[in-house]
Every structure is written in C-alpha cells, then in structure tokens.
C-alpha cells in the first residue's frame, strides 16, 4: 500500500510518500516570506502554497521513485490550522483523488503528530500518556488505542510553541522562535532568572504559559539593551527551562495519576532539545518507556500525516469529497 501524504495547515507545504509503513520520502518546503513579519501571515501562507505544493508533490514522489498511477490512497491534512492554507492541500488531494481514482483520507493535524511516533521504530504500545505541544496547542493526551483519546489537560492560553514565538520575538530572534530560543539559550545558565511555573498543584493537568511570557517582557523592560545583549544567553536559557520544567512534571503526575508507564511526545516543540534531554533523564529515573520523534519529524511533516492516514486507509474510513477544512478541529 503506498500512500501520498499532503500536508499545508501552517506554512509548511509537505508531501511524502509512505510504501508499506516505510518512509520513502519526506519533502518539506518552508515559506520564507514571513520571516521579514516575525510569524505566519495567513494570506501569504496560502498563496505559497499554492506555489509550492504541487512541486513539494512531484518531489515527493521522485524521491520515493514512485510515480502517481502506484499509488493506493492520499492522506491529507483537513484541520485544524489556518482555513486558507488547509484548503489548498485538501483540494489537490481531493483533484488527485478524483483523477486517479483512488480513496483520499483527511487527517487531524492533532492526531498526525501523534502518529509521527509510529514511523520509525521503536514505536510505543497503546495505551500511552502522550505530550503534543506544538505552536498551536499544548495537551495531554491518554492514548488508549488508535483512534481513542481521552485529553487530560490543555492550554487555558498561549500553546507552549506560541509562547517561544513570542519570547524570541521580544528578544529579537526572530522567527520561528522555538529555534532561534534554543540556540539562543545554549550554554546559558538555566537557574539565572527563576521565570514563573504556573499551574503546579498536582491535580491539574491544564497550562498556563501567558505568565512566564511577561515575566520575560517585564524583565527585558528592566534592563538595557546592553544588558540584554549580554544575559540573552541566560535569559533564554531560563526561560526555556521554565517551560521544559511545566512540561515534563505535568506529564510525568498524568503518568503517575492514571498508572501508565509509557510517555510519548509530539509535536513542534517537541524537536527542543533541552526538553528532549530533560523527558530522557526524568523518564529513566522512573522506569518508564520514553517515546519522541526524530525532530524533522516533530514540526509540521507530510511523514506523519501519511502515517496517520495508512491506519485509516486499513480501516477503510475514506472521505467524501464534501470534507471541508476546519480550522478548530479537536482531537
Ligand atoms: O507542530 P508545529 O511545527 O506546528 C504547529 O502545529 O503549530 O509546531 C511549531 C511550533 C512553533 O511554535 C515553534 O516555535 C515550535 O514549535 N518549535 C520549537 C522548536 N522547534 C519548533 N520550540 C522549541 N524548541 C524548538 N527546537
Ligand atoms: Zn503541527
């Protein structure tokens, strides 16, 4: 069975091809335009991938060496993400579905990310305790088998993502900040601000990150730009550690609350390695399986959408050609 995953719910126009479970290529082409804005313009975004999808398509596929009349099914993103952006994948894989004759699937953004850890092995047994947080969302999932979630605990404001877009864009990094936080903060010292941990009472599984985001804006208000200059190491490398601190402790009382001993990740924040080293040594010291994508796979991908859309190709859940996008789609 080989399937064509499409995916432009953001500003990543990605396509890959998946043969069997195998991964046989994995394009992603990034808009550049909306560095010069610091974040997404949503009509840009569109218009970019209605210039880049269908060569991201046909890269895809001549990377895989596989030509249109192999495939078996398309897999595509229907939501939720930014309504004009999801339209342009949703419809060429609807067109190529239609031309070839072949069954297309739209897929949840939330439930691909997920599904991004079934690519390359080891992959983790159900049920699972599953962390995505991404620019768009930051949840705690109870995966009890593919197809069944039960969330425990949400953003109740910014997704964790978001809030290093913000960060980085009040240090000056630039965009995407989660990125440009991270290489800022290397070799920083994590304990030289004590940002605020919201949220911490132990029978809360909801976050918080619109705290910690004005303490960075109150506390770069204070100093200089010569001060700045000097402690954005630090400064970046506390913050980072504020929210890798919220991060793993939540998802490790999930995991103790509800007696699961596997934790997966997912999601683009998820590509940070602070947080990566962090799950790795908290997750060992208590005995429990850990689970996270390779970081390509982490941020937006066709890989996953691809990956998601094969297990329900299996179950023959097709769409119908009346799909439409749905920007706030749950999971
Ligand atoms: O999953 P994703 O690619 O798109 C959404 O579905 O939102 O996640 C993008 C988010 C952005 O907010 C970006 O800043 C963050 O993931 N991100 C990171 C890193 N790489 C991407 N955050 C922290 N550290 C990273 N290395
Ligand atoms: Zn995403």
């Known amino acids: 069975m080989i399937i064509l995953g499409i995916e432009t719910s953001?500003?990543?126009?990605?396509?890959?091809?998946?043969?069997?479970?195998?991964?046989?290529?994995?394009?992603?082409?990034?808009?550049?335009?909306h560095r010069a804005y610091g974040g997404v313009v949503p009509e840009f975004a569109s218009r970019e991938h209605q210039k880049l999808i269908l060569p991201a398509i046909s890269a895809a596929l001549k990377e895989a060496n596989v030509t249109l009349s192999q495939l078996n099914g398309i897999a595509v993103t229907y939501g939720p993400g930014l309504v004009g952006s999801v339209i342009?994948?949703?419809?060429?894989?609807?067109?190529?579905?239609?031309?070839?004759?072949?069954?297309?699937?739209?897929?949840?953004?939330i439930e691909g990310h997920l599904f991004a850890n079934f690519v390359e092995k080891p992959f983790p047994q159900f049920p699972f305790i599953c962390l995505i947080a991404s620019g768009g969302h930051t949840q705690l999932i109870l995966a009890e088998q593919p197809g069944s979630y039960q969330t425990?605990?949400?953003?109740?404001?910014?997704?964790?993502?978001?809030?290093?877009?913000?960060v980085a864009r009040m240090l000056g990094l630039g965009y995407p900040g989660g990125p440009a936080v991270e290489k800022a903060g290397t070799g920083g010292d994590p304990n030289y601000v004590h940002f605020p941990r919201a949220m911490m009472d132990k029978d809360n599984l909801d976050f918080s990150f619109s705290g910690v985001k004005t303490a960075v804006l109150y506390h770069v208000r204070k100093i200089s730009q010569e001060e700045l200059r000097q402690d954005m190491k630090s400064i970046a490398a506390s913050f980072e550690t504020a929210v890798v601190d919220v991060l793993?402790?939540?998802?490790?009382?999930?995991?103790?609350?509800?007696?699961?001993?596997?934790?997966?990740?997912?999601?683009?924040?998820?590509?940070n390695k602070r947080l990566r080293d962090t799950f790795n040594k908290e997750t060992r010291k208590r005995e429990y399986t850990f689970f996270v994508p390779s970081p390509v796979l982490c941020t937006d991908n066709a890989a996953m959408i691809a990956r998601a859309g094969k297990y329900l190709f299996e179950k023959?859940?097709?769409?119908?050609?009346s799909l439409g996008a749905d920007a706030s789609l749950k999971l």
Do not use: W
């Open 316 to 321: 023959k859940m097709y769409s119908e050609y």
């Open 10 to 33: 953001c500003d990543e126009t990605a396509a890959a091809v998946l043969d069997n479970g195998e991964l046989r290529s994995n394009i992603i082409s990034i808009q550049d335009i």
């Open 152 to 166: 425990l605990g949400n953003t109740i404001d910014d997704a964790a993502g978001e809030a290093f877009d913000k």
């Open 248 to 271: 793993v402790k939540k998802t490790i009382i999930a995991a103790q609350k509800y007696a699961i001993s596997q934790i997966v990740l997912a999601g683009g924040v998820a590509a």
């Open 88 to 109: 342009v994948g949703l419809n060429v894989a609807k067109g190529l579905s239609f031309g070839l004759g072949i069954p297309f699937i739209g897929v949840n953004h």
